[in-house]
């Protein structure tokens, strides 16, 4: 059977006490300051604890000094939420315990609620084992993960530039409980932005021959895109093109042909060559999608150069084989886990220090595969009792590299 530490099964109304806690106060954006005051005061009056706060958008840094010199080993979590409405169904978890979001279109949506409150578990569990241990355990709770780059922030704040190795856990309903998932090499995708205005002639609804109908055009360039992954890119290749927002018009004006739509999204892959190829077919689509519709459209094309690949250290992905081994079952272990099209500015830290980033189950065994629901939806509620196996994962990998 899986086992779990007793400390870390008898401080588990403390882990669950913070992860409600930040789940009904959800921050979106670079910064969380009033995620990080409330991190932040679960370390305050601790001995042998540094705790760095300042720099913009970087976030808050923990550091437990422990018995003895020896290495600097980095814990990270993301604190941001998601700008998305938490859903009112019943039986959704903060609703029937009451730490639901208090902010609209605020919610912790990807899980970052769980990632913070097992960082602050962690914490305090190894604090009290820390004359057992040498070396820094360094807490690193980021802000602005969901396209902001608090990871990047993070490193050019240079919190990173003395760290050995460096660890991040990601909560992941296609697992269950109990389940810890990670590979060697590319585990998360690259991540590229791009927003796309079409301007031209506006009209009157009963007279499209005399406008341009930028509505038309765009929905034509949506649907052509997707041809760029069937029949521009190969059929090996893993990439995906998603469109994300269409904005255009007034619904109390629905008789009017706007003069401007936009949409935008993402695509993502673990090829560089295949992004480029993304990035010059959509142009080339665009530009002569609008042009099919009318002459008079105009197309322009903002591209932002988001997150790259997270690439897993081979050497590390071995000893967390080992470490995990210890405490998970063979068959709840995965360890060449399928990589995901998902994106992490935890490939910013990996960059930077050789670490892992691996994947915790959330979902409950019992519960219908059909039926389980993916990050970034508003009815999102994983079990709680998978934060015991981050603490856990956490935990065994502080012993195992600063034991003295």
């Known amino acids: 059977m899986n086992k779990i530490d007793q400390d870390i099964l008898d401080y588990f109304e403390n882990i669950k ?128 993960e969901e396209g902001y780059g608090g990871g990047k922030q993070m490193v050019d704040a240079k919190y990173l530039d003395d760290v050995q190795n460096v660890f991040a856990l990601h909560v992941w309903p296609n697992l269950e409980v109990g389940q810890i998932g990670f590979k ?104 002569y999608s609008a042009k099919m519709i009318h002459p008079s459209c105009e197309v322009k094309i903002e591209y932002t150069n988001s997150y790259p690949q997270t690439v897993n250290d081979g050497k590390m992905v071995e000893k967390l084989e080992e470490v995990f081994s210890k405490f998970l079952n063979k068959e709840n272990l995965f360890s060449n886990y399928i990589p995901t099209l998902g994106a992490e500015d935890f490939s910013y830290m990996l960059k930077k220090v050789p670490g892992v980033l691996f994947l915790v189950g959330t979902t409950p065994p019992s519960k219908d595969k059909d039926r389980r629901v993916f990050l970034h939806n508003p009815t999102f509620d994983p079990d709680e009792k998978s934060m015991l196996y981050g603490v856990q994962a956490f935990k065994s990998i502080a012993f195992d590299f600063l034991l003295d």
């Open 17 to 144: 006490k913070y992860r409600r806690h930040i789940h009904a106060h959800p921050e979106v954006g670079p910064e969380q300051p009033n995620t990080v005051k409330y991190i932040k005061e679960q370390f305050e009056g601790f001995d042998d604890i540094v705790i760095t706060h300042g720099e913009e958008k970087a976030g808050l840094v923990v550091d437990i000094i422990c018995a003895k010199k020896g290495p600097i080993i980095g814990f990270r979590a993301d604190m941001d939420a998601l700008n998305l409405c938490e859903t009112n169904l019943e039986n959704h978890l903060p609703n029937k315990e009451n730490f639901c979001s208090t902010f609209e279109n605020r919610m912790h949506a990807c899980g970052h609620d769980l990632h913070s409150a097992i960082l602050i578990g962690f914490g305090h569990i190894v604090y009290k084992h820390k004359d057992k241990l040498k070396g820094k355990i360094r807490l690193l709770f980021q802000p602005g």
């Open 184 to 287: 060697k090499g590319a585990f998360f995708a690259s991540v590229d932005h791009f927003n796309v205005e079409v301007s031209g002639i506006g009209g009157h609804g009963a007279s499209p021959e005399k406008a341009s109908d930028q509505i038309l055009a765009v929905s034509t360039m949506i649907i052509n895109l997707q041809s760029i992954l069937s029949r521009k890119l190969s059929g090996l290749d893993q990439k995906v093109l998603s469109i994300g927002y269409i904005n255009a018009g007034d619904k109390k004006a629905t008789g009017v042909l706007p003069q401007v739509a936009q949409f935008g999204g993402t695509f993502r892959t673990f090829d560089s060559e295949v992004k480029q190829k993304i990035k010059e077919e959509l142009k080339y689509i665009c530009e």
